[in-house]
């Protein structure tokens, strides 16, 4: 897994009118915990780029006014309008401590089901994982080849060399789902063919014999 650096300067004044400031210079207001104390500290907005806006996991090496540790991205909230970043948390790692990471999701391979017409929904973008930091990829194959219709792969038919996966076994990554067109056009059909089915159904009503009265 790549490693991005984050050059950061610790903060003196924690307040909202700071933060607001530093994000209006081009800043994020950040943290950086795990071992023995809390660090808030401020880095530019532009050393985020590939560590936010991208499909791929990455470690982040901190570098807070020279003082240096090995981390991840455990949090990052954005604005809900414009989506600057307002605030980011990090986690510092040790190579022999378990860690847990989200991983992002390549989905390879064509669909059985999408070469019939069906449509690949993906339902996960990431899975969460639970390992050592050397075994982190920074994202995860998920191979749909055999999807058919209303098919689906999901986390507990997933499994990774040394990784524990976190979510719940049933939840769906992705699957292949009928057309809504199509599907509302079958069900149209199902409706319409109904009244004739029963109609052919019915018993006949018994002819009446002649001089009979």
Request: glycine residues 8%.
């Amino acid at each position: 897994m790549k490693t991005i650096e984050i050059v950061g300067y610790k903060r003196a004044n924690l307040g909202k009118a700071e933060s607001r400031r530093l994000r209006s210079e081009g800043y994020v207001p950040c943290v950086a915990y795990g071992g023995n104390d809390q660090v808030h500290f401020y880095a530019p907005m532009i050393l985020f780029r590939d560590l936010v806006y991208t499909n791929e996991a990455h470690f982040v090496h901190l570098n807070i006014e020279g003082q240096e540790s090995q981390a991840i991205l455990q949090e990052v909230q954005f604005h809900p309008v414009s989506e600057v970043i307002l605030h980011a948390d990090f986690l510092r790692i040790e190579e022999g401590r378990k860690i847990k990471m989200d991983i992002p999701i390549r989905l390879v391979g064509q669909a059985k089901g999408v070469s019939k017409g069906g449509t690949l929904i993906r339902k996960r973008a990431t899975l969460k994982v639970y390992g050592f930091p050397k075994q982190m990829p920074d994202h995860i194959d998920v191979d749909v080849t055999n999807l058919d219709f209303h098919n689906a792969v999901k986390v507990r038919d997933m499994s990774f060399e040394g990784l524990e996966f976190l979510d719940p076994g049933a939840a769906a990554i992705a699957a292949v789902e009928v057309p809504r067109a199509a599907k509302l056009a079958t069900e149209t059909s199902a409706t319409e063919a109904a009244p004739a089915a029963a109609e052919a159904k019915k018993p006949e009503a018994p002819k009446k014999e002649e001089g009979k009265k």
